[in-house]
């Protein structure tokens, strides 16, 4: 090849690239306009996000929906406001359940769904949704404020290689707290277990969804539903009594502190826990890590506070539509679309049989069931059986309060410093109260301006 | 001694010089420097919606707060501890390898590394060794009748955060000494031998005098390294946990602020520890004047 004909060929490929762009542009994908999508989902949940985007992309021309990975729920959702602030915010963005109330108050940085659903002319049914998950994200009048994504509920998680050395039946897994301690005690002497019981998100699990359970009120103004002058009451008798199981099973050596929030996660995996608890969605990461067999039940209840338990509350997060100067209507019509997309049934039954996530509709769920999924993964119906335990009450549907994780974070402070051995189970309530109601006074303050 | 002095003619080139600096101060300081006094004084709600002028509200709150005053007390604590421990730590090393001893060069490069090492690096390398399941050295501690467990221990837990961030500190502070100490001329130090002064007393009256600009440099670092910089390390580790245990200002500012989303509050103890890092400043100058142009 001599000189002339590569240069030839350079000129030609330089043609090429100067081709018109109209010319190659519509066949792009990327030229489609753009719904951005933040969300707080990391490793393979992260995977499946971008698969229901894909799918979502394939199904129709008109946008593409970008996902974009922020962070942690916190960071997330400190990005999407600090983003509305600089007029940048996200068509979506994913913000977990206790963020709720905070978003709530945050007027016309956002749209609630039945906004959207009236402005677009895109129905939603909120009764398509299962009543547990609906009511965490629905105003006191029923209408739907976020769209239900991921939910989880915590649910009891135990390893039966250990149960049975310890004499225990798995399949009877214990069902109040007194079988529980009972369970434990046996776990720490006959199985020698190195941590007989222990617990992810303390706040969520024993407290929440404690109140949640034995339909206890949490705050007043039904748990803050009602009023953002709703004041914490979790200092109740019934709450001191379940504090104080859990210092007493400390001191017996057969709860161990796992940490705030998830720190509590890694600890089950290993193989040398009886007993945990955590979210239903760990059912993955637990398949995956765990060189045991495993099997989840419900939570727990105390019969002596009330004789047969409430649905659990749920967590996760659900999906905010925000709003920035100069957006469109067929920006939020395209933002419409996607979530009527999420909520049909195959793509529900889908995400959450690929992550362990409860479905958020009831078709959802009755697609998983009739194609037999259930059947064949015994167990990952408990988190729904358990959402749909009673009849949701004031107390069951979960908590409406400002700057919750900061409360969440102060009950387990002082949680912390009751099993440090420096206050009572009482004395840890009663400051976690007026902590918590100073924040939320803080709270009202700033809504009202 | 006369200095020379040199001077340009005109204010024009001297301010173009000057240009560059003056930009980044104003961009990374005094813009938002200016936004914080402005947020500490308003109350509002985090989407930016509604903010009200409330005075000095957030402040009074702060100051009547026993959790916030229980903040500064242990930030004082934490800072005098971490700030003894790597600049005594340091000295002694760097008077260790500034002797005449086998291999110098590389115990000197050695001694420099953990600088380079990110916060959360450290960290996670902390963890690694004192995690209360996993770690390295709580089966050994076990052994001598101590239960570690820094996540539920408020006291374990500072001694966890305080050996974390005085470790990360210690290279730069031996690089100071080093320095310090080999600019000490050896004639002195020769002369105080041949008069029959051992090592202790060599160091006592010697070179620990002649380092004093160094380390009165050095404290004044320290001090504003292990209040400001050791985020990193004490949130990767503890996140100011148990129960508030290692809970330093600056993890506060940064709990309210971006995880509680309280701006007010959090721009308050930002302007507070802003006011406290002006006197630092303020006093190192002083304290360097009085003592000559040493550095």
Redesign the interface.
């Known amino acids: 090849m001599n000189r002339r004909h590569l240069l030839a060929g350079a000129a030609a490929l330089t043609a090429a690239a100067a081709l018109p762009a109209a010319f190659a542009a519509p066949a792009r994908a990327q030229d489609r306009p753009v719904v951005t999508f933040w969300h707080a989902m990391s490793g393979p949940l992260g995977e499946e996000v971008k698969k229901v985007c894909d799918a979502f992309n394939a199904a129709q021309s008109a946008v593409t929906v970008a996902p974009v990975f922020k962070g942690t729920y ?1 960071e997330t959702m ?1 990005a999407a ?1 600090a983003a ?2 600089a007029g940048q915010a996200p068509h979506l963005v994913q913000v977990f359940e206790v963020g709720t109330g ?1 978003m709530l ?5 956002v749209r609630q769904v039945w906004q959207l659903a009236q402005e677009t002319g895109i129905a939603f049914d909120p009764a398509a949704y299962m009543p547990a998950v609906r009511s965490y994200y629905s105003l006191p009048d029923g209408s739907m404020a976020a769209m239900p994504f991921n939910s989880s509920t915590p649910v009891m998680w135990l390893n039966a290689d250990l149960f049975e050395r310890a004499g225990l039946d798995p399949a009877a897994p214990p069902a109040t707290w007194q079988e529980v301690a009972a369970a434990a005690d046996a776990l720490k002497t006959k199985a020698s277990a190195k941590v007989a019981m222990t617990t992810a998100w303390p706040t969520w699990v024993m407290m929440e969804n404690f109140g949640a359970l034995h339909d206890l009120p949490y705050a007043t103004k039904a748990n803050g539903f009602e009023g953002l002058d709703a004041e914490l009451v979790f200092n109740a008798p019934p709450y001191v009594a379940q504090i104080q199981r859990l210092l007493d099973m400390a001191k017996a050596g057969t709860f161990t ?1 796992g ?2 929030g998830a ?1 509590g996660d890694q ?1 089950f995996p ?1 193989g040398e826990t009886g007993l945990s608890f955590n979210s239903s969605a760990v059912r993955a990461a637990f398949s995956r890590d765990a060189k045991f067999r495993f099997a989840a039940a419900l939570l727990p209840y105390d019969p002596s506070v009330r004789a047969s338990p409430n649905n659990s509350i749920i967590g996760g997060a659900s999906l905010w539509t925000m709003t920035a100067p100069r957006r469109t209507p067929a920006e939020y019509k395209a933002v419409a679309d996607f979530l009527k997309f999420i909520s049909q049934p195959d793509s529900d039954a889908r995400w959450s049989k690929a992550t362990g996530y409860v479905p958020v509709t009831l078709a959802g769920a009755g697609l998983s069931l009739a194609q037999g999924y259930y059947a064949r993964t015994p167990g990952a119906d408990i988190a729904i059986r358990q959402l749909n335990r009673g009849a949701v009450t004031e107390n069951s549907k979960g908590l409406r309060l400002g ?1 919750l ?2 409360i969440r974070t102060i009950i ?3 949680f ?2 009751a ?2 051995g ?1 206050q009572g189970a009482q004395a840890a309530l009663d400051s976690a109260v007026a ?1 918590g109601n100073k ?1 939320l006074r ?1 709270f009202e ?3 009202r ?1 | 001694m006369s200095e020379r002095r040199t001077i340009f003619p005109g204010w024009r080139l001297p301010l173009l010089l000057l240009a560059p600096q003056l930009l980044l101060t104003a961009l990374f300081f005094l813009w938002p420097a200016a936004g914080a006094i402005e947020a500490s004084l308003m ?10 002028f409330v005075g000095l509200d957030n402040f009074t709150e702060l100051f009547t707060d026993p ?1 916030y005053l229980a903040a500064v007390g242990r930030t004082l604590l934490f800072c005098g501890a971490v700030s003894l421990l790597s600049l005594g730590l340091a000295l002694v090393l760097a008077v260790l390898a500034d002797s005449a001893i086998r291999g110098r060069a590389f115990y000197r490069t050695a001694l420099i590394w953990p600088y380079a090492v990110a916060p959360v690096i450290a960290a996670v390398v902390w963890i690694l060794l004192l995690h209360p ?1 996993i770690g390295a050295l709580p089966p050994l501690l076990s052994r001598l009748g101590i239960v570690w467990d820094y ?4 006291t374990q837990a500072m001694i966890t955060v305080i050996l974390a961030s005085a470790w990360k500190q210690v290279s730069y502070n031996f690089i100071f000494f080093l320095a310090g100490l080999q600019s000490i001329p050896a004639a002195i130090v020769e002369a105080a031998r041949m008069d029959g002064a051992g090592p202790l007393r060599r160091f006592w009256t010697i070179l620990f005098p002649l380092l004093a600009p160094t380390t009165g440099f050095l404290v004044t670092v320290n001090i504003a390294y292990s209040a400001f910089e050791t985020f990193g390390t004490i949130e990767a580790l503890t ?1 100011g ?4 245990a290692t809970q330093t200002l600056v993890v506060k500012v940064y709990r309210d602020g ?5 701006l ?2 959090s721009s308050a103890q930002s302007v507070v520890l802003m006011a406290g890092v002006m006197l630092l400043t303020l006093l190192q100058f002083r304290l360097l004047r009085r003592r000559g142009d040493a550095i």
Do not use: C, H, W
Not at chain 2, 151 to 154: C, E, I, M, Q, T
């Open positions: 916190g400190t406001i509305f602030r905070s108050g945050a007027g016309p940085a502190y940490g705030r720190a600890i290993v700057r994780p900061e387990e402070e002082e912390e410093a099993l440090q420096r902590r924040v803080e303050k700033s809504m301006g | 109350r509002g709600d985090p989407f930016g919606l509604s903010a009200r959790l399941q996540r539920l221990d408020g996140q946990g148990p129960a508030q971006v995880v509680n989303l309280d007010g509050a």
